[in-house]
């Protein structure tokens, strides 16, 4: 077989793999695994605003320090958000034509309220980060901001009670998406055996329910006066 021969076969095999179930699956798994990553790494660079102006605004400075690097890491995330949400819009298509006819009485027996509404949760989130990098990247849609001075920004920012408020919610949903979506990712990963299996639904739960409050804390400090 000649290598233009192989390359195209190669390439038909993994069209193949992506069309079905399982590879859609797996493109959420890879895709949700980067993102959970990077919003970790996210909270905790935040967080740092308890430290004060020198702290963050270093940590700023250091995100900044390599624009190579950052906007090759911009357009990993970029690309992991959208072909997450086309995998995910994909395979419930796939399991709409699955089941043509609806039930006439729907039980939502092993479903959970995180699971259905994984699909709106996913599109308003995007939404919200497109909205945060304009509040506190790029400055358009902040009113006060000034280039380079993160602790000034996140201040100013959420001194706003309706910025506030958009991002509560928001993380709120987005505790609802990981909880359910952490756990979803382990079993496309095949990490589904009974004996570890309950842990690793705690662990989904109790990570997404850390990364809301850490988020969370900050707006609800600004508005408390506690971060000024």
């Given at each position: 077989m000649s290598a233009a021969a192989?390359?195209?076969?190669?390439?038909?095999?993994?069209h193949r793999f992506y069309d079905s179930t399982i590879g859609k699956k797996a493109v959420m798994a890879v895709t949700g695994a980067i993102l959970f990553g990077?919003?970790?790494?996210?909270?905790?660079?935040?967080?740092?605003?308890?430290?004060?102006?020198?702290?963050i605004n270093a940590y700023g400075e250091l995100l900044h320090s390599s624009p190579g690097l950052l906007w090759t890491a911009r357009l990993i995330l970029l690309t992991s958000v959208v072909l997450h949400i086309v995998a995910a819009l994909q395979l419930a298509a796939l399991n709409k034509k699955a089941r043509p006819v609806g039930y006439v009485r729907k039980k939502n027996i092993a479903s959970t309220y995180a699971s259905r509404t994984m699909l709106v949760s996913g599109p308003i989130i995007f939404f919200f980060l497109v909205y945060h990098l304009l509040h506190f990247t790029t400055g358009q849609a902040h009113p006060n901001f000034r280039a380079g001075d993160v602790y000034h920004n996140v201040i100013a920012g959420f001194q706003q009670p309706a910025a506030s408020i958009a991002y509560i919610v928001a993380?709120?949903?987005?505790?609802?998406?990981?909880?359910?979506?952490?756990?979803?990712?382990?079993?496309?990963?095949?990490?589904?055996h009974p004996r570890y299996m309950p842990w690793l639904r705690r662990f989904s739960a109790a990570a997404a329910?850390?990364?809301?409050?850490?988020?969370?804390?900050?707006?609800?400090?600004?508005?408390?006066?506690?971060?000024q």
């Open positions: 192989s390359t195209f076969a190669q390439k038909a095999q993994s990077f919003v970790v790494v996210h909270m905790l660079g935040n967080l740092q605003v308890y430290f004060g102006p020198e702290k993380m709120i949903l987005l505790v609802n998406h990981l909880h359910h979506g952490v756990w979803s990712m382990f079993q496309s990963l095949g990490l589904n329910i850390l990364i809301g409050v850490g988020n969370i804390s900050i707006p609800v400090s600004v508005l408390a006066g506690l971060l």
